[in-house]
DNA sequence: AAAAAACGAGAGCACTGCTCTTGACGACAT
DNA sequence: ATGTCGTCAAGAGCAGTGCTCTCGTTTTTT
């Protein structure tokens, strides 16, 4: 098997899938998820219909490769925004991190509608899914970590940690959120979650006649999250 | 036009319209919003397809109905919440709503999608849905302006709502979060978007391998974020 | 009793995901 | 250089979808 001669098909092949995924990410900009049909791409190709099977064997393969260039596309600009701050600014590097999120699913929200909507039902998510499904998570664990590491977390009093929580902390310690107590693990998700939400929330027009200055209050919401959370 | 005998007509079309909410809600809550099908329901109901569409002229027409049922019955969950609670136990009345939202959420999850979930692109919701649409978060609003004015809130000090938030806090004011300042208001919408998130997170899978005692970290947020808008 | 509106049935259009078969082309070892 | 084998594009076809139009029939209105 040279490698060379393997290639020569092997290359044409590998382009026409990204050409298939790049079309089907532009359609999936323009008409959504539901809309996205791969007769359309197909034809857009210049191929005929049955051809396509030859390399997403079904719809939801497509959809999965996707997918994992939504989660991907948004652990790079996570992993962006923390690289340009101080590594000690702490709330600053949250605050990044939480406005690349956002600025990221303002620019492709199709694509975040696609990781953070409605679950297709019937569909489930391949393995090779979870790493990239993490990346965000685990940044932001890591930042949670170093700011607890730093003595920059006081620990909240006016709640405490579901007893029921004390194993999961523990699964969550052993990799990301590193020598965090429970409380904090656990505020921080919630932290994490609102910030989801709020994303979520803007973008699917639920924001719609309530807030207008979306940018600031997101702003707002991050900051007085980060206190929430204990960072100082 | 008597009304008996307009009656006649109108009573069976009625009945036919509830049969076929009832029946695309039961496929609604098997095979999810996408994989609804007209003529499915009409295969049930022993009827041709094409007669469907004398009572839904159009499959979105059919969805708004269930988008609409949905919301209500969100709403009408909220307010039984709310009034099994003593007035002026402000926590209470808050812990009551969220539960009552989730409880809903997990027994009705591909409604709750509907709702919460990707909006359909090019569905636009119509005027008659805004109305069961706030149902919810007025609930809500009331119960901070109620605590608000029991003295039963602390403003926070360690962030300040953003000047241009100030302007859509007037409008709520208004009707909902009457008398309760900006920064009150701003955090009561933030909580509000963490428990939705919180909700949408549980339901689409983003708390698999992370939370699994779901329902006392739910409350753990619950009552943090309370103290967190200045619940006292 | 006559006119108007509402209705169910059926055929049909354009579209979808997906399967199967057929014939051509390229890569490989002999 | 030749024959074999896997890969590929193409086409036809199946079952399903939303939706439209027409055509008698029934019910309501006038």
Redesign the pocket.
Same mark, same amino acid.
């Given at each position: 098997? /040279?490698t060379?001669?393997?290639t =020569?098909?092997?290359r @044409?092949?590998a382009e #026409?899938i990204k050409e298939i995924t790049d079309i089907a990410r532009r359609h999936l900009s323009t008409e959504g998820a539901a809309g #996205?049909? #791969?007769? =359309? @791409?197909?034809?857009e190709m210049?191929? @005929?219909?049955? =051809?396509?099977?030859?390399?997403?064997? /079904?719809? %939801? %393969? #497509?959809l999965t490769a996707l997918i994992i260039d939504a989660y991907n596309a948004i652990g790079d600009a996570v992993e962006q925004a923390d690289a340009g701050c101080a590594r000690d600014d702490f709330t600053g590097r949250w605050l990044a991190m939480a406005r690349s999120i956002r600025q990221w699913a303002l620019a492709h929200p199709h694509e975040y509608a696609l990781i953070h909507g409605t679950p297709v039902p019937g569909y489930q998510a391949p393995a090779d899914t979870v790493d990239p499904a993490s990346r965000d998570g685990v940044m932001f664990g890591r930042l949670i970590a170093d700011a607890h590491a730093a003595g920059a977390i006081t620990l909240p009093q006016d709640t405490r940690a579901p007893v029921g929580f004390h194993d999961d902390a523990e699964a969550l310690r052993e990799a990301i959120f590193v020598g965090v107590p429970d409380e904090v693990i656990l505020r921080g998700l919630h932290a994490w979650t609102w910030m989801y939400g709020a994303v979520s929330f803007e973008l699917f027009g639920m924001y719609n006649n309530v807030i207008s200055e979306r940018a600031a209050t997101f702003e707002h919401g991050a900051l007085s999250l980060a206190h929430y959370i204990g960072l100082t």
């Open positions: 098997m /040279t060379a001669s393997r =020569a098909r092997e @044409v092949r #026409l #996205l049909s #791969l007769r =359309a @791409v197909a034809r210049g191929m @005929v219909s049955s =051809a396509i099977y030859r390399y997403f064997p /079904t719809k %939801d %393969d #497509l």
